[in-house]
């Protein structure tokens, strides 16, 4: 499970999720903005805390971009420019 929060005005961004299994030494979760158009945007990478609840600051979605959804992908270590992963959490914003 995983919820994610944005507050431009505050300039923040954070992933809260839970459940993701172990990462292999070789991989990294990454996190993804998808745009209006479906573009992926990277958002950040993270390793998630053993089985408890892991808290991830994300950079902001970039200005003037309307996001409409946002995922986590399992990427090489490092991460990379566009999601090539399996996709473990997906969900759209609600929109206003």
């Known amino acids: 499970d995983g919820v994610v929060a944005i507050n ?5 961004a ?3 999720a839970s459940g993701l299994p172990p990462t292999p030494s070789d ?3 990454e996190v993804w903005w998808i745009g209006a ?11 998630p805390a053993s ?4 808290i991830v600051s994300l950079n902001l ?3 003037g971009e309307a996001v409409t959804a946002s995922s986590v992908t399992l990427e090489p270590l490092g ?3 566009k ?5 473990y959490l997906k969900g759209e914003f609600p929109h206003r």
Do not use: W
């Open 37 to 47: 158009k479906q573009e992926a945007v990277k958002a950040g990478t993270f390793e």
């Open 27 to 29: 991989k990294t979760y």
């Open 83 to 87: 999601p090539t992963g399996a996709t």
């Open 8 to 12: 431009r005005a505050a300039g923040t």
């Open 51 to 54: 089985d408890e609840a892991t």
């Open 61 to 63: 979605p970039p200005p």
């Open 79 to 81: 991460g990379l420019d």
């Open 14 to 16: 954070i992933l809260h």
